[in-house]
C-alpha cells in the first residue's frame, strides 16, 4: 500500500509541476508557444512507444521460441500468466552472455516475456520462476506505459528551456523573463528526471512484491539477484557490458551497478553458500539497513533501487 500511495503522490507532483509551467509561460509569452512543445514531446514519445519493443528486441537479439523449444520456459511463463489474470505473452531468449531477465510491450496484450541464455545456467526451476514472476509483475502493473507517460514530463522542460534560453521566444521585449524562465525550466527538467528514475525504483519494488504474491519464495528471489549480481560483476569492463547500457533499465537488476552490489550482498549469506535462505532473510528483517552518503547520491542517478535495500523491502515479506 507504501509503495502505491508513494507512486501516487509522484505522478500528482510531476504533472502538478508542468502544470505549473504550463500556466506560467502560458501566462508570460502567450499559450501557443508552448503548444509545440507539447505536441513535439509526445508525438516523439508516441513513435518511441510503437517501435520500442521492435527496438528491444533488435538490441537484445531476442530469438521468440516456441513451446516445443522451450517447453519448462513456456510452463512457467504460462503459470504465471494465468495466476496474473493476463494472456500469454511471448517468450524469447536473447542471445545476450550477461544473465538476466526483461519484459516489455506496448500493453497488457502486447506482453513479451524474454530471458537471456546467461541466465538458464544459473538458476534453478524456483528462482528463475521467481524472476519471471517480476518480469510479469511489470507488465501486469503496466510499467512501460506508466514510466513513458511520466517520461514525457522531463522531455517537455528540456524542449521548453532549451527554446527559452536559446530560441528568443516571446520576442525582445519579453527575451530576458523568458531567458530567466527557460532557466527556471532546465532546473525542473533534471529535478523530473531524477523523480522518473525514482519512480522506476518504486516499479522494481512493485514488481518484486508482484512476483511473491504470484506464489514465489522472498528468498527464491533474494538468491536470485545475489546470483546475478554474482555473475554480473564478471562483466566489468568487458564489451559484453556496454552494449546493454542503453537497455538495462528494462533487466530485471543493474548490471553496471553488480561490482558493488555484489559486495553487500555476500554480508547477507551467512553461511557463504552462495543463496540468501530464509534464515539469512528473516535475520535481515531485524536490523537497519544503512546507506552511507555515496551509496545513495549513487541511487539517486539509477533506474534500480540499492540493492540491500531492496533484499530487505523482500525480506520483510517473508511469512
Not at 16 to 27: A, D, E, F
Not at 246 to 259: E, H, I, Q, S
Amino acid at each position: 500500500m507504501w509503495l502505491k500511495i508513494r507512486m501516487y503522490l509522484l505522478v500528482a507532483v510531476l504533472f502538478g509541476v508542468l502544470y505549473g509551467v504550463i500556466v506560467g509561460v502560458g501566462s508570460l509569452l502567450g499559450i501557443g508557444g508552448i503548444i509545440p512543445y507539447l505536441v513535439l514531446a509526445f508525438v516523439f514519445l508516441g513513435v518511441q512507444y510503437m517501435v520500442g519493443p521492435w527496438l528491444v528486441a533488435w538490441t537484445m537479439k531476442v530469438k521468440w521460441v516456441s513451446e516445443k523449444e522451450a517447453p519448462e520456459l513456456h510452463q512457467m511463463v504460462a503459470e504465471l500468466a494465468e495466476k496474473s489474470h493476463l494472456p500469454g505473452p511471448k517468450v524469447g531468449i536473447s542471445d545476450i552472455s550477461i544473465p538476466n531477465a526483461f519484459a516489455f510491450g506496448r500493453s497488457q496484450r502486447d506482453g513479451r516475456v524474454c530471458v537471456t541464455k546467461g541466465i538458464l545456467n544459473i538458476l534453478n526451476h524456483d528462482e528463475l520462476k521467481a524472476v519471471l514472476g517480476h518480469e510479469m509483475s511489470h507488465l501486469r502493473h503496466r510499467d512501460m506505459a506508466v514510466i513513458t507517460l511520466l517520461s514525457a514530463i522531463p522531455m517537455v522542460l528540456y524542449y521548453l528551456a532549451f527554446s527559452l534560453i536559446w530560441g528568443g521566444m516571446g520576442g525582445r521585449r519579453q527575451g530576458g523573463y523568458a531567458a530567466l524562465i527557460g532557466l527556471g525550466a532546465f532546473v525542473l527538467y533534471f529535478i523530473t528526471n531524477l523523480l522518473v528514475l525514482y519512480g522506476s525504483r518504486i516499479r522494481e519494488y512493485y514488481a518484486d512484491a508482484g512476483s511473491v504474491q504470484l506464489g514465489n519464495q522472498p528468498q527464491q528471489l533474494a538468491t536470485a539477484l545475489y546470483k546475478l549480481s554474482y555473475n554480473d560483476a564478471r562483466y566489468k569492463g568487458r564489451p559484453e557490458l556496454k552494449k546493454v547500457e542503453t537497455v538495462k533499465a528494462f533487466f530485471v537488476n543493474d548490471p553496471a551497478r553488480a561490482w558493488y552490489e555484489v559486495r553487500e550482498l555476500t554480508q547477507i549469506d551467512r553461511g557463504k553458500k552462495g543463496v540468501i535462505s530464509y534464515d539469512d532473510l528473516v535475520d535481515l528483517r531485524q536490523k537497519q539497513v544503512r546507506l552511507t552518503f555515496g551509496q545513495k547520491l549513487a541511487e539517486l542517478f539509477t533506474t534500480h533501487p540499492n540493492m540491500m535495500k531492496r533484499v530487505k523491502q523482500l525480506s520483510a515479506l517473508t511469512a
